[in-house]
Every structure is written in C-alpha cells, then in structure tokens.
C-alpha cells in the first residue's frame, strides 16, 4: 500500500498539478520544514487561479538535510526550474515567521527577492499572533503559562497523584474535570487550559495547599497565595477569545484579503489599547501586593500622576496612606497576618490541619506522594510535544 502511495499516486497526482501550472502565468508557493524522526523532510506547496478557481497541490516532497537559507533556496528554486516552470512565474511565496525564512539580511525570501525583486512575502499572521501573546505573557502580573506547565506536569508523571486529586474533588462533591495540557507553540491550547484550570480551581488550590513538607512548588504556591496570579488568570480569559476568534478566521481556507483587513484590524485595536495604558496599568499594579509594608509613599505619589484633579490634597493623602499602612501593621500583629488567616480558612473549609491533614497513607505507613519526584515544567515542552497539537488528558 506504501509503494502504491509513494510511487504511484503520489507521482500521477504531482504531475497533473505541473501540468496545469505549464498553463498558468503565475502561481504561489509555501513551504514548512518539519522532523520525520531523523530526516528532516521538506513540502513545497503551490497554490494558483485554475479554470475551476483557487487549486493548491503538493508540488515536491523532498527530504531536507541542512535547514538554512541557501539550501532551502536551492533546493525550491531547483525543484521549480526542475519541472519546467519558469521562475519568473513565481509572485508570492509563503513559510512561518522564523529569520532562516523572513530575515531581512540573510534569508529564503531574501535571496528570492534578489531575482525576483516584485515577489510577495506571505507572512503567517497565525505565527504572530500566537507571538504577540507569548511575548505579551512576559508583562503580566504572573507567568500563567508557566502555571499551567506546572500543574499539568505535577500531576502527569505520577498515577498517585492524580488518585489524591481525585479524593479532593470527591471531597467537594464536584465532578472531576481532566487538567489541559498546554503546549506552548500551539496557537489554540492557552485558552482551553485556562478555562479548565478556573472550573477546577478551588479544588486545584485546596489541593496544593495542603502539601506538605514543602512539596508544593514555589511557582504554584505563590500563585494560590497572590491577588496577582488570579488577576492574570482571569485576564486572559477574558481577552483570549477575541484572539483566539482571530485566529481561527486566519486558518480557515476561504479567507481573503477583506477578513484579513478586519482581522489585522482587530489586532492592532487590542494592541493600541494596552500600548497606550500601559504605564497606568504598570504604576496601579502595586495595589495587588498584598504585603502594604511593601507600598512606599512614592508608589503613591506616581499613581497620582495619572489624575488630573487639582483639588487633590497630597498632603491629606500622605497622612491617610501612613494611617492606612499602620492599621494593618496592628491588624497584623494582632491576627497574625493574612498568611495565617487563609491557612486558618482552608481548614475550617477542609475540616483538616493544613499541610498535615492532607497525607494520605497506602496502609504501610507510606505517604503516597513519597514516590513523586519534583517535576520539572519544561520535560513536557519537547519535541514529541511539539508534534502533537492535541490537548493532553491526565
């Protein structure tokens, strides 16, 4: 069946696509390197106006040893002049955002550009909106992404685990929902694991707040501990559906020049409106700090900047702040902080001590969780990962 495929149909198919392109004055063509085990095989695609309208077909499949910018513009010029076509019918050509194919110095499209001097760059705007979200993740209040990597590893490598989260959600009498799993160069998981992570949240923090021994990773513990890591949470889910509706709209078939037109629109709104607050969002973001003995009068005074109220007393602020700031430090010293206050809440909720109450033993005497080792978010950012899009289930 392999050898019909490859050496039949593949064949027949590839030759009635170079014989309506002899008939056409131009045509388009994209490409995308990707691993095939140890081969790096190479798809050259082209897209062109038959008699029937649009038609696209796989022009040459061939297999890709070194990926930089002369062999990949070798190997596609050669594959083109090789077919009979001449290059001067070549209009646009189309790969993902990476320099190797759209660097302005050195790249694939630069040296085409160079013979052809009228030839289109096909950007992927899919590429780059998913990068605008990634680079845009690094200003946030908290590191969402890296929660979600987390979480989804702490409870992936280990069965025991995952049998202890289920106890948690018996506990809550709620109905228990896999954890996502999110990859990061895959444009469309963020959202679906974000909004799994909210339905499961309470049972999620209860959970990893009552590890003990330390076992509870810094990045999730302070996470469930801070006003930041929810408001980010919460954030994105409220922004990514207008991107990920971009998105979707950019990988459908018939998309065209006037969806590109609103879709680029959209994109340069959301951007626009972030750019231009950005300092306001930056000097107001210190009033999620949870510790005031960390808010500094300046911080005060910086944010008054953004209010255009003459009769502002600063004066009258100045004193209300240090009476504020030393009404905590007496509630505080009172009550103990709000530290203690939430370890005091979950275990009211949980009827159980917290970080102790938790263990759960096998009957030997053994805590189940002894087997677990700290995992590290990045082991399920690999390659394989790469090559699945799919969410993953637990």
């Not at 202890?164 to 799993?181: D, P």
């Not at 005031?292 to 004066?315: A, V």
């Amino acid at each position: 069946a392999r050898e019909i495929a490859c050496n039949v149909l593949a064949t027949s198919i590839t030759n009635s696509v170079v014989l309506e392109l002899r008939d056409v004055p131009f045509f388009s063509v994209c490409y995308d390197a990707s691993n095939k085990g140890s081969a790096k095989m190479l798809p050259i695609v082209v897209q062109f106006f038959s008699k029937f309208g649009v038609k696209h077909g796989i022009f040459e499949f061939i297999e890709q040893q070194h990926e930089s910018a002369d062999a990949l513009f070798n190997n596609i010029k050669y594959v083109i002049e090789a077919n009979g076509l001449n290059l001067n019918q070549l209009v646009s050509i189309g790969s993902d955002n990476t320099n190797v194919n759209v660097g302005n110095n050195h790249s694939v499209f630069a040296l085409f550009n160079k013979l052809l001097p009228r030839l289109i760059k096909g950007n992927c705007y899919s590429h780059i909106l998913h990068n605008s979200v990634k680079h845009g993740n690094e200003y946030l209040l908290f590191d969402i992404e890296g929660v979600l990597l987390k979480i989804y590893a702490h409870f992936g490598r280990s069965s025991i685990r995952s049998h202890e989260l289920t106890r948690y959600f018996e506990f809550a009498e709620q109905e228990q929902k896999v954890i996502l799993k999110h990859i990061r160069i895959r444009w469309l998981s963020l959202l679906q694991s974000i909004e799994r992570l909210i339905a499961v949240n309470p049972v999620i923090k209860s959970y990893f707040l009552n590890l003990e021994n330390n076992e509870c990773p810094n990045l999730l513990l302070k996470f469930f501990t801070s006003n930041k890591g929810e408001c980010s949470l919460y954030f994105l889910a409220n922004i990514l559906p207008e991107v990920q509706a971009a998105n979707l709209s950019l990988q459908r078939e018939y998309t065209t020049g006037v969806n590109l037109h609103n879709i680029i629109t959209i994109i340069s709104y959301i951007e626009k409106y972030y750019n231009n607050n950005a300092s306001f969002y930056e000097a107001i973001s210190i009033f999620n700090e949870i510790n005031i003995e960390k808010i500094e009068w300046k911080n005060i005074q910086h944010c008054t900047t953004y209010i255009n109220d003459e009769m502002l007393d600063l004066d009258c602020l100045y004193n209300d702040f240090n009476n504020m700031k030393s009404k905590y430090v007496e509630l505080k010293e009172k009550y103990g902080g709000i530290n203690k206050q939430i370890q005091s809440f979950l275990s009211s909720n949980l009827g159980v001590s917290k970080r102790v109450a938790a263990q759960v033993n096998d009957g030997n005497g053994q805590s189940l969780c002894d087997e677990c080792d700290d995992d590290d978010m990045h082991d399920f950012d690999s390659d394989d990962d790469e090559r699945n899009a799919n969410n993953g289930r637990l």
